[in-house]
């Protein structure tokens, strides 16, 4: 069984996406501020989290950002209202993994869910299996994809699951052109302009921590896509 924490201050709504969560069959932890919702992850250890941006003693990025310093890993869903969607480049760069826009169907919010613990299921089984496959050589840097590593010189950058995903497939498509549509449909679920936008944020990332090689760049293909070459 799964388990969820939900942080949400909207108390009727916390407590229908709970009600509905539970009767699926998910294990649910519900907070209604972000201090809270913080402890019970801390004392919980969910499989993953879906809070609110704006809530009060804690907003959404403070938690995400204490989240991330402790776990690198357990996947984060944004709820956010339609005024607060340019703030979820934000969420993403603090290491969230996705979002949803309020209103929303709890069908839509179970997908998204289900697809990102699924995602990180494998990635952790491959990582038990210990498949070499999964060290990948970037110039004078090795990137785990299922440790989500970047190491350098005995200096590891930790990457959040939609970097690892997005460096994976430059890397498997190295001096190729990597097309961003085809990567939006499948990490974002949709090609949107705002989507696009956050692809960028995460190829802006990913071009700094590989700075320290000159060799490696991310090149821009104009309304194609990116090409990682070295």
């Known amino acids: 069984m799964s388990k969820v924490l939900l942080i949400e201050d909207e108390w009727q709504l916390g407590q229908i996406v709970k009600d509905s969560l539970e009767m699926r069959g998910f294990e649910m932890l ?92 494998e990635a952790e089984a491959a990582s038990v299996s210990g498949a070499a496959a999964d060290v990948i050589p970037i110039g004078q840097y090795m990137f785990n994809y299922t440790k ?37 449909l499948d990490l974002w679920g949709d090609d949107s302009f705002f989507n696009a936008r956050s692809m960028d944020v995460f190829i802006t990332k990913l071009r700094r921590y590989l700075k320290d090689d000159p060799r490696v760049q991310i090149v821009n293909i104009r309304g194609v896509g990116y090409k990682l070459i070295f």
Do not use: C, W
Not at 62 to 85: G, M, N, Y
């Open 30 to 121: 519900y907070a209604a501020d972000g201090k809270e919702g913080l402890r019970l992850f801390q004392e919980h250890k969910p499989d993953v989290v879906v809070l609110d941006i704006m809530m009060p003693h804690m907003d959404g990025f403070t938690v995400t950002t204490e989240i991330r310093r402790q776990d690198k890993t357990t996947p984060i869903i944004f709820l956010t209202a339609k005024s607060q969607t340019n703030d979820v480049v934000k969420g993403f760069e603090l290491g969230g993994n996705d979002y949803l826009k309020k209103p929303f169907s709890m069908d839509e919010l179970i997908v998204r869910i289900k697809a990102l613990l699924q995602r990180f299921k």
């Open 148 to 184: 989500q590593t970047l190491t350098r010189n005995n200096n590891t950058e930790f990457l959040s699951h939609r970097e690892a995903e997005i460096l994976r497939r430059l890397s498997e498509n190295l001096n190729q052109v990597m097309e961003r549509k085809t990567v939006l």
